[in-house]
């Protein structure tokens, strides 16, 4: 298996030597200078996944229920390629994003409640995508053990731990995405909803509800929307895809499924399925990955306004059909891609071991 280009976006020891002043680069060339547009970047659109999905709670569904939270989606996949180096970002974003949220409560919380709630979320927000991308990590590992994929071992990179793998290149990795994205949650939920049971915010007939609603919210965004984030890495650019033909038509029916059935309410949904399938056998994982994202996205929001096939008089049955819908699709189209990528690869070693027999002959 060929490895990956190494991302390093930021090294330690330059970080030093800039301090040192043994670098003669400005600061707007400095490492320190681009860590900090990296976290502030990241808290910004944490923020703005926030605001988008309590828009989707405050307005549109009934029973204050929010049938995706983005920022899941995007601190796994910033922490996938960049480690730690994005806690401060991500901290920041929780804090800043959860004011305006907070200050909806009735009746709203004390400032003693309001800074214990920040800390816990912020610290719940955080320890959400370490675990899970700890657990993809691991198994990454195993499988370049396994393999014999060269791996560069820098402690000093951003990118720590690293991943010169495609996840969605095998099977077994793909699991262990979806293990990561269904255990990173499962802590954080806890510790929110604890907190909220404590403070006497959450009622403890509510618990279970409140910590199911926080935990599958969570698991729906890293499942369905951070592939894009994570495959994008790992692209190579090609132009004849943009002017494809299949690609265009492959657009035209998406729109057109996503318009008839959350638009028009006919119940032609699952003709997406062996739409993203045909994505995936012809495009690849990435723009697969794109198409989900895109008509998962649109289908939240039509149903959120009260339109499609999955919208019902109970807010509570309108999210659990919808991210039923939605996490099949995704988890079709990984899986499926990465079965299609485990039969590509198994045919180059075994055409490169003929050829070596060939040779030794």
Do not use: C
């Not at 995706?68 to 806690?87: D, M, N, Q």
């Not at 200050?103 to 400032?111: A, G, R, W």
Request: charged share 10%; proline share 4%.
């Amino acid at each position: 298996m060929a490895r990956q280009d190494y991302w390093v976006p930021i090294n330690r020891h330059e970080l030093i030597r800039w301090f040192k002043g043994g670098n003669s680069a400005s600061f707007l060339q400095s490492p320190l200078f681009h860590n900090v547009i990296l976290n502030l970047l990241v808290a910004l659109f944490y923020v703005v996944g926030i605001k988008l999905s309590d828009q989707l709670v405050s307005t549109l569904l009934p029973g204050r229920i929010a049938p995706v939270w983005f920022p899941s989606a995007l601190t796994f996949g910033v922490f996938f390629h960049f480690g730690h180096w994005v806690t401060p970002g991500i901290i920041l974003g929780s804090v800043l994003g959860l004011v305006s949220v907070l200050s909806t409560f009735d009746p709203p919380p004390s400032i003693a409640q309001f800074l214990l709630l920040e800390t816990a979320f912020a610290v719940a927000n955080t320890l959400q995508p370490f675990v899970g991308d700890l657990w993809l990590k691991n198994k990454l590992r195993s499988l370049a053990q396994k393999e014999s994929v060269t791996i560069i071992k820098n402690s000093d990179s951003i990118q720590e731990p690293l991943s010169i793998l495609n996840p969605f290149q095998r099977v077994s990795t793909t699991l262990a995405f979806v293990q990561g994205a269904i255990i990173g949650p499962f802590l954080s939920a806890v510790i929110g909803v604890t907190t909220l049971l404590l403070l006497g915010i959450v009622a403890r007939e509510n618990f279970f509800y409140s910590w199911i609603t926080w935990w599958s919210n969570s698991v729906l965004a890293i499942i369905v929307f951070t592939p894009v984030l994570i495959t994008i890495r790992f692209y190579r650019f090609r132009r004849d895809h943009l002017f494809s033909t299949k690609l265009i038509v492959s657009i035209f029916l998406t729109f057109l499924v996503w318009f008839l059935s959350f638009h028009q309410t006919y119940p032609i949904a699952y003709m997406f399925l062996p739409l993203i399938l045909f994505v995936v056998f012809h495009f690849g994982d990435f723009f697969a990955s794109v198409f989900v994202a895109f008509f998962a996205f649109f289908a939240i929001f039509a149903t959120a306004q009260g339109q499609g096939l999955f919208y019902h008089d109970s807010g509570n049955n309108s999210v659990i059909f919808l991210q039923m819908f939605t996490a099949v699709i995704s988890m079709t189209a990984l899986f499926f891609s990465a079965i299609i990528q485990e039969k590509k690869i198994a045919q180059q070693s075994l055409s490169r071991a003929v050829k070596n027999l060939e040779n030794e002959v």
